[in-house]
């Protein structure tokens, strides 16, 4: 009778054990972004754009602008194993936390590089940043949150400058004309990752783009994935935005669509996933492209069609 109170025992110590350590450990997640406060028209973005519709035969084009992820200070210092960090919706449990300071400068505030309990081929590091919060370092780029996108109108601004950057060094700049004429057999993808841009007034006054980092490689890329998400969109907003149709790429001329036809967008834009790439080609030309924004003007999501397929700049996506 002892030994069975004796192992009683010991499996309620290690049960109350248990729920102890699920009750200490910490869920540490980016800082969420109030889109509503988010003044798209001023400051400074990290910037993708789809080359299929950017170019001067149309006379406008779409921005979808982000910023990197920034998380608490007060969780990041407090990180311990045990704890489970998202970074780049993707979740890592932590099994060692390694703090990193400059001896030379014991005033600035560490980094903190982290060591997921599941094999990670690369690193994982938060890094200050002047305002107070850490961003999130995955290997060699950082973590981005969307913040909306921008229609923006050309031509662009006799201010605008296009700035290259080619193994470090800053190429010659281009104006705006240069810049949009250009367009037509450019291969920049305008990857978010590492191309950044200035907005002034509402007005897009400047392009940066470098040839490094390009961004999460194919660990990241996990399927299913929303529609909405996949095509750099806001889920908010989409059961009542106005949808557009677009079949002549040449003149982008709205076509109208029957209830029937709007319904079953919306549906796909707001329920459907991406499964699987199909292919890797990605088509340009005879597209369907939908386009979403809010009775007030505002800008929450835009996806390319064609026979079947959800085109991506880098090929053609199955989705159901």
Request: aromatic share 12%.
């Amino acid at each position: 009778m002892k030994s069975r109170h004796l192992l009683f025992a010991l499996l309620l110590v290690v049960i109350v054990s248990l729920f102890a350590a699920c009750a200490c450990a910490a869920e540490i997640r980016p800082i969420p972004v109030d889109h509503d406060k988010v003044d798209l028209g001023s400051g400074h973005f990290d910037l993708l754009v789809r080359n299929t519709v950017l170019s001067e035969k149309h006379n406008w084009f779409i921005a979808t602008l982000y910023r990197e992820d920034r998380y608490s200070a007060e969780q990041i210092k407090a990180l311990a194993v045990g704890d489970t960090v998202w970074m780049n919706d993707t979740p890592f449990i932590v099994s060692e936390v390694v703090v990193h300071g400059d001896p030379d400068n014991p005033d600035d505030p560490p980094a903190y590089e982290i060591y997921p309990a599941d094999e990670f081929d690369g690193y994982l590091v938060f890094t200050p940043c002047s305002d107070g919060t850490f961003r999130a370092v995955i290997n060699d780029w950082a973590a981005l949150v969307l913040l909306g996108s921008v229609k923006v109108s050309l031509p662009l601004p006799d201010s605008f400058e296009y700035v290259s950057i080619s193994a470090g060094m800053e190429n010659e700049p281009l104006n705006a004309q240069d810049f949009i004429s250009g367009l037509e057999d450019s291969t920049i993808a305008f990857n978010p990752y590492n191309t950044s841009c200035v907005f002034a007034n509402g007005e897009l006054v400047e392009i940066t783009e470098s040839s490094y980092p390009w961004g999460p490689d194919a660990e990241f890329d996990r399927y299913p994935v929303p529609v909405w998400k996949f095509c750099h969109g806001l889920r908010d907003g989409l059961d009542t935005a106005v949808i557009t149709a677009y079949r002549d790429e040449e003149t982008l001329i709205p076509l109208e669509l029957t209830p029937e036809e709007a319904g079953s967008i919306r549906d796909l834009a707001i329920n459907g996933v991406i499964t699987e790439k199909a292919s890797d080609e990605s088509v340009t030309g005879n597209t369907w492209i939908y386009s979403f924004e809010t009775p007030g003007g505002k800008h929450l999501l835009s996806f390319e069609m064609y026979k079947g397929h959800i085109v991506g700049s880098d090929g053609m996506y199955d989705y159901q």
